[in-house]
């Protein structure tokens, strides 16, 4: 049984072909440049070299089909037709107030992807044309739509609602969503096996720190905070996005640099966060280290910066739960930066959380890094985004 996952940006998507049997990955591969002129598909079957395909794809249509194509290609390819395809899972970005859970697609669905266009204009409409291509090159095959912003459905009225007049939730649905849904289920469900929790009481705080950056709390694997809010700006320092500000800043800076508010929204995104606190040094936290290893002060207050936010959702997660079982890292930065962690964990000490500087020495796998003591359970946890998608997809069409 094989679930093909999209993942489709405008003008890129990336897929894989997993087994489901073994949860094993046959191929993955990357299309680029859809609709501008120099289109590439690369294409990585398990075991083999990757294989290049350049050929124009004007629209999201031929670059599925040349998928499809790769897929069951006899040099390059992992299975002998289509037919091996079982079902297509997609990640949607935002379901609005629609679903709390992944579905399969009808019209209903499309019509529900679409409304939340304004909410997510970069990538819906996207997410969108990914659903309709697969369609067309795989005809009646159930395609499944997996929303980022699914698991923080289940916050309570108390969590999600800004203190906003209360008209703008009723006519424009402004509340707090949560994004990284996928990768906090994901992480939240491992961490409570891995580390032998009562999967329906177990709190846990899921700290995903990619490029863009997250917390969530849960309790038996249900949402009830998560630090994205109505869009992916709010909450902690990301690589480029400010998280947390006081939004008078707003005026100030548009009044200052006679900009308009997207301008200063744009700088907020794509200028902030540890890029805007390093002085521009870069938005990678490799950069930001190494610099910060030469005695750049700008790098070492946005590293301190960035640990002192994170740990600070912790307190505020600890305290809404009453307590934490479990302290989980994951995506670019946490699975692989070990001095970000141990700074962050430096913080924790008063929830009895301790971390085991040798166990904390690894990257990228499933590990507890507390030292044997420590009251909470702080774990290394990769994320797999796709695998998620694929178990829901499999889950709802099986
Ligand atoms: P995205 O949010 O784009 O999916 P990832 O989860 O892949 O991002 O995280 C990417 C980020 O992870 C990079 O920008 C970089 O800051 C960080 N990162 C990756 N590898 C390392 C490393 N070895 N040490 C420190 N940071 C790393």
Redesign the pocket.
């Known amino acids: 049984m094989n679930i093909l996952v999209m993942n489709c940006g405008s003008s890129s998507l990336k897929y894989q072909l997993i087994d489901m049997v073994n949860e094993s990955v046959l191929a993955k591969g990357l299309c680029e440049r859809i609709g501008i002129e120099g289109s590439v598909l690369t294409h990585s079957p398990a075991g083999k070299d990757k294989v290049k395909f350049e050929k124009p794809m004007p629209s999201h249509k031929e670059a599925i089909q040349m998928v499809m194509d790769a897929l069951v290609d006899k040099e390059c390819g992992v299975i002998s037709s289509t037919d091996e395809i079982a079902a297509i899972g997609h990640r949607v970005v935002h379901g609005g107030t629609y679903y709390s859970d992944s579905v399969v697609v009808d019209e209903k669905v499309k019509e529900a992807i679409k409304d939340c266009f304004d909410l997510a204009p970069l990538h819906n409409p996207a997410n969108l044309m990914g659903i309709e291509a697969c369609e067309a090159a795989a005809p009646g095959k159930p395609n499944v739509a997996v929303f980022d912003t699914a698991f923080g459905m289940n916050m309570e009225e108390k969590a999600y609602l800004y203190a906003l007049p209360y008209e703008y939730f009723e006519k424009y649905k402004v509340r707090r969503y949560g994004f990284h849904g996928t990768s906090h289920s994901f992480v939240s469900g491992e961490a409570i096996k891995f580390a032998g929790l009562d999967p329906k009481t177990a709190k846990v705080i899921v700290c995903h720190?990619?490029?863009?950056?997250s917390v969530s709390a849960s309790i038996g694997g249900k949402c009830v905070d998560t630090s994205m809010g109505l869009t992916p700006l709010e909450g902690l320092i990301m690589?480029t996005r400010s998280g947390d500000i006081d939004p008078a800043i707003i005026q100030f800076l548009c009044n200052k640099l006679s900009i308009s508010v997207d301008e200063c929204l744009n700088i907020l995104n794509k200028k902030s966060g540890v890029l805007g606190l390093s002085n521009g040094i870069s938005?990678?936290?490799?950069d930001i280290?190494a610099a910060a290893e030469e005695g750049n002060h700008q790098a070492e207050v946005a590293l301190e910066a960035y640990a002192l936010r994170v740990a600070k959702y912790i307190g505020a997660y600890a305290a809404a739960m009453n307590g934490v079982d479990a302290i989980a890292f994951t995506?670019?930065?946490g699975e692989?930066?070990k001095n970000?962690r141990k700074d962050i964990c430096a913080y924790l000490g008063y929830l009895g959380a301790f971390i085991d500087a040798e166990k904390n020495d690894i990257?990228g796998e499933n590990r507890v890094i507390s030292t044997d003591d420590s009251k909470v359970k702080l774990l290394l946890m990769p994320?797999n985004e796709e695998l998620a998608i694929a178990r829901d997809t499999l889950r709802l069409t099986k």
Do not use: E, H, P, Q
Request: charged fraction near 25%.
């Open positions: 720190l990619g490029n863009g950056a690589g938005s990678d936290f490799r280290d995506a670019g930065v692989n930066d970000m990257r994320t």
